[in-house]
């Protein structure tokens, strides 16, 4: 019915930058919360970055600065641009999104994309 796909991970320099895509797709009425989380190896999935439904954003301590979240609900996606990137940025990074099915009108659901690896590297 519905699912979040990533894009955009790669390999990348110290110092570069990384554009990542999350493109939802399937009966959806509408989107909530929508954010990007990321899992190192041996460590915990934590938070990179969220976005409101009304555009405000939170970002992690370790991106401020750096990264950027933005949404664009017509394509019903959602972005991370990374900048200055650091070998401690490596992890998979994962979209997620609080969302209403339109097949369930009263509830919403969370939802997890299946993940894209980043990896900065000399």
């Known amino acids: 019915q519905v699912q979040l796909v990533e894009s955009g991970g790669g390999l990348v320099q110290p110092g570069g930058s990384l554009r990542l895509s999350c493109a939802a797709s399937?009966?959806?009425?509408?989107?909530?919360?929508m954010g990007w989380y990321r899992q190192a190896p041996g460590k915990q999935r934590e938070l990179v970055a969220r976005?409101?439904?009304?555009?405000?954003?939170n970002l992690a301590d370790s991106a401020k600065g750096r990264f950027n979240i933005s949404r664009d609900d017509a394509k019903k996606m959602v972005y991370l641009q990374m900048n200055n990137l650091k070998p401690e940025d490596t992890a998979v990074y994962y979209c997620?999104?609080?969302?209403?099915?339109?097949?369930?009108?009263?509830?919403?659901?969370?939802?997890w994309g299946q993940g894209t690896q980043v990896t900065v590297s000399s």
């Open positions: 399937g009966s959806i009425f509408s989107i909530n919360d």
């Open positions: 976005i409101t439904r009304g555009g405000s954003t």
């Open positions: 997620n999104a609080d969302l209403r099915p339109k097949l369930f009108p009263g509830t919403y659901y969370n939802y």
